[in-house]
C-alpha cells in the first residue's frame, strides 16, 4: 500500500546512506513521547510526511495508517463511524502520529480491561536498519503463524526499524457510559476493585487518589443502568457528564491535577515512576500519595530525585510485588528508565536488535544500553 509514496523512498534513501556512513538515526514523529525511554540520539528521522489512512473497513472493524497519520485525525475517522481505538491511547501534547502510539505503546485508563496496543496490532509494515521493507500480519485476527512481529513493535521505541504503517483492530464506541466516585481510602478502593472484578460488572477503568476512587462503567445501557443503581446503593456519586469526558481526558494525558503536580516536582529535579504490578497488590510502601490506575494494576508516586537509590528502593518495592519500576519522567536518567532485564530476555532483546537493525542505526540506547 505505501510502495509508491515518494516518502517512502526517501525514508529508505535516508536508512541506507545511515548505514553506510556507520551513523545512527532518531526515529520522530510529533515528538510527544521525547521524554519516555532513554534520551534519544542521533540525527532526526522525520516520519511526519509518510502520512494517511491507506484504508478503513468499518464493517470488519479494521484500520491500516501510514506512521505519520496524526492520532486525532485517526480518532476523528473513527468517531464519525461511531467506532474507537478502545486502548485509549495517550496524546500528552498535540501533533502525536500513529508510529509513535505503536512504538510507545502506551495506553490509557482502560487498559486493564479492554487489553494493551498491542493486543489491537494486526499487522504492520517495517523498515529495517539495512533499509528493507518488511512486511508482518495482516488485517484480520487470525493471521499469525509463528512469531507475531508485528505486535513485537509496540513498545520498541524505535530501537528495531520505522514502523512504516500499521493494521489495528477497532471496536464501537460503547452505547452507555457513568462515572461515580467514591469517598475511600487507598486500601478500601483497592480491595473494593478486587471484589467487583469477580462480578460480571461493566467496569472500564479506574482511578485511586486522595482517598478517592473514581470508576468508570461503559457498555450496554441495561448493564450500566443496573451496575450504576448498584454502585450508587453503596454511596458512589454519579459524575456530571460534562465533567467527565474531560477528567478521563486530563488523566489519559497526564493534564490532571497529580500530573500537573508531578510535572513541576520534574521540572524542580524530581522524578515521575511508574510501578506496573498484579491488580491484587496490596497498598505499597510509596512516597507521597500515589495515584493508582487500572484497578491496581499501574501505580504512580513522585520522588525528589531520580538518584540510584530511589531507584533501587523503587524497584525492590515493585519487585516483590510481582512487577516492575519505570522511571517516567525525568531529567536525570543516570539510574536507567527501564528495570534491567534477566539474562534471558536481555538476550533475546539484543538478538532481535541485532537481526532487525545490525548495525545499530535505530534510536541506539532508547530501551537499554546498546539495545
Not at 534520551?39 to 501510514?66: D, F, H, K, M, N
Not at 536481555?346 to 548495525?359: A, Q
Amino acid at each position: 500500500m505505501i510502495d509508491d509514496v515518494p516518502a517512502l523512498a526517501r525514508l529508505i534513501d535516508r536508512v541506507r546512506a545511515a548505514q553506510q556512513a556507520g551513523t545512527s538515526l532518531c526515529i520522530r514523529g510529533g515528538g510527544t513521547k521525547d521524554f519516555y525511554g532513554e534520551a534519544p540520539a542521533g540525527e532526526w528521522l522525520s516520519t511526519t510526511e509518510l502520512a494517511g489512512i491507506s484504508s478503513y473497513q468499518p464493517s470488519e472493524l479494521v484500520v491500516t495508517a501510514r506512521c505519520g497519520t496524526p492520532l486525532a485525525e485517526l480518532e476523528a475517522a473513527l468517531a464519525e463511524k461511531g467506532q474507537c481505538l478502545s486502548f485509549d491511547p495517550p496524546h500528552f501534547a498535540e501533533g502525536g502520529t500513529v508510529g509513535g502510539m505503536v512504538a510507545a505503546g502506551l495506553s490509557g485508563p482502560a487498559r486493564a480491561t479492554v487489553g494493551a496496543v498491542r493486543d489491537y496490532i494486526l499487522g504492520a509494515t517495517l523498515l529495517s536498519g539495512q533499509g528493507e521493507v518488511l512486511s508482518f500480519g495482516g488485517q484480520v485476527i487470525k493471521n499469525v503463524a509463528g512469531y507475531d512481529v508485528s505486535r513485537l513493535l509496540a513498545g520498541s521505541l524505535g530501537t528495531l526499524g520505522v514502523i512504516l504503517e500499521v493494521s489495528i483492530k477497532v471496536l464501537p464506541v460503547a452505547p452507555a457510559s457513568v462515572t461515580l466516585r467514591f469517598e475511600m481510602t487507598q486500601a478500601a478502593a483497592l480491595a473494593q476493585l478486587h471484589q467487583w472484578g469477580g462480578l460480571p460488572l461493566p467496569l472500564n477503568a479506574s482511578a485511586i487518589w486522595n482517598d478517592q476512587l473514581v470508576v468508570r462503567l461503559s457498555g450496554a445501557v441495561a448493564a450500566v443502568q443496573a451496575a450504576s443503581a448498584k454502585f450508587q446503593a453503596l454511596g458512589g456519586e454519579v459524575l456530571e457528564p460534562a465533567l467527565v469526558d474531560m477528567f478521563w481526558q486530563d488523566l489519559r494525558d497526564h493534564r490532571d491535577e497529580f500530573f500537573t503536580a508531578a510535572q513541576a516536582a520534574v521540572d524542580a529535579g524530581g522524578a515521575l515512576w511508574r510501578l506496573s504490578v498484579p491488580q491484587t497488590a496490596a497498598v505499597l510502601d510509596l512516597p507521597g500519595v500515589p495515584l493508582i490506575e487500572w484497578a491496581g494494576g499501574q501505580r504512580w508516586c513522585v520522588t525528589p530525585g531520580a538518584d540510584t537509590d530511589t531507584a533501587t528502593r523503587l524497584r525492590d518495592i515493585a519487585k516483590r510485588a510481582g512487577g516492575h519500576a519505570t522511571l517516567f519522567r525525568s531529567a536525570d536518567k543516570s539510574a536507567g528508565v527501564f528495570a534491567p532485564l534477566a539474562s534471558p530476555l536481555d538476550r533475546i532483546h539484543r538478538e532481535l536488535k541485532r537481526s532487525f537493525d545490525p548495525h545499530g542505526v535505530f534510536n541506539p540506547g532508547r530501551l537499554y544500553p546498546g539495545c
